[in-house]
């Protein structure tokens, strides 16, 4: 069964409003989350590293104050696009992994988000 | 440099065949894992194989297995007796170990779109 569950699976919003995105590890305790960005037939693209009870590492040319993430439990992480504009629409996924060396990442289903 | 590197076009092959998905990557840090992801149309990643730098033996997973090359830096995902199911994109991906003890990232490779014929 799936260990790490995403919400939603897909939404449509207007253009300046926000959009929270959930990711929950279900069975396990995750210390760290990761965030990733794929376009249509492209690879996934690390967004930030979400760390719980600190801040979240963002990769480079990625807005902090535009993808705002909070891991404020052991199990939970948000992501939320602030003011999304339509260039925001993209695959979203998160990801955790197990503290056991060589535990593989495992992803949530993704959010297909539609900014209009 | 890219440090994981899937040049191969669209791939197909014929049901209950054998295929294999190139993969090859660049890294300096003796201590890594390679892991290969199927990504059907709903999206999903589905973790496949894992192999780690030091692992003696080629990974194996049922119908994949991991032709691990470590002298050519290069980590093939093997699918053997194709099934129409595993059309789907694959990408393959690197963590490699950080000492300080931090988490790792996963950095994918730009994936493979495998189409099995029937």
């Known amino acids: 069964g799936a260990v790490v569950s995403q919400h939603p699976s897909w939404v449509i919003c207007k253009s300046g409003t926000s959009v929270k995105i959930e990711c929950r590890s279900l069975?396990?305790?995750?210390?760290?989350m990761f965030w990733y960005r794929q376009f249509p037939k492209q690879s996934l693209m690390l967004m930030a590293t979400?760390?719980?009870?600190?801040?979240?590492?963002?990769e480079q040319g990625v807005e902090k104050d535009k993808f705002l993430i909070n891991h404020a439990s052991l199990t939970l992480s948000t992501l939320t696009v602030t003011s999304a504009h339509p260039e925001d629409s993209s695959f979203y996924i998160c990801?955790?992994?197990?503290?056991?060396?060589?535990?593989?990442?495992?992803f949530g289903n993704g959010t297909r988000l539609t900014v209009t | 440099a890219q440090k994981i590197t899937q040049t191969q076009p669209g791939m197909f092959v014929q049901e209950k065949e054998a295929v294999t998905l190139d993969c090859t990557y660049d890294?300096?840090?003796?201590?890594?894992?390679l892991f290969w992801y199927k990504q059907p149309s709903s999206g999903e990643m589905i973790f496949l194989i894992y192999q780690g730098s030091y692992d003696q033996q080629n990974a194996t997973e049922g119908r994949y297995s991991l032709n691990f090359q470590k002298a050519r830096k290069s980590a093939n995902l093997v699918i053997s007796a194709s099934q129409l199911g595993d059309s789907a994109m694959y990408f393959c991906?690197?963590?490699?170990?950080?000492?300080?003890?931090?988490?790792?990232?996963?950095?994918f490779g730009k994936g493979i779109t495998l189409s099995v014929r029937p």
């Open positions: 069975d396990f305790q995750a210390t760290t």
């Open positions: 979400s760390n719980e009870g600190s801040k979240a590492t963002y």
């Open positions: 890294t300096s840090d003796p201590s890594y894992g």
């Open positions: 991906a690197m963590r490699e170990i950080v000492r300080t003890g931090a988490n790792s990232k996963l950095t």
């Open positions: 990801s955790a992994r197990g503290s056991r060396e060589g535990s593989p990442l495992h």
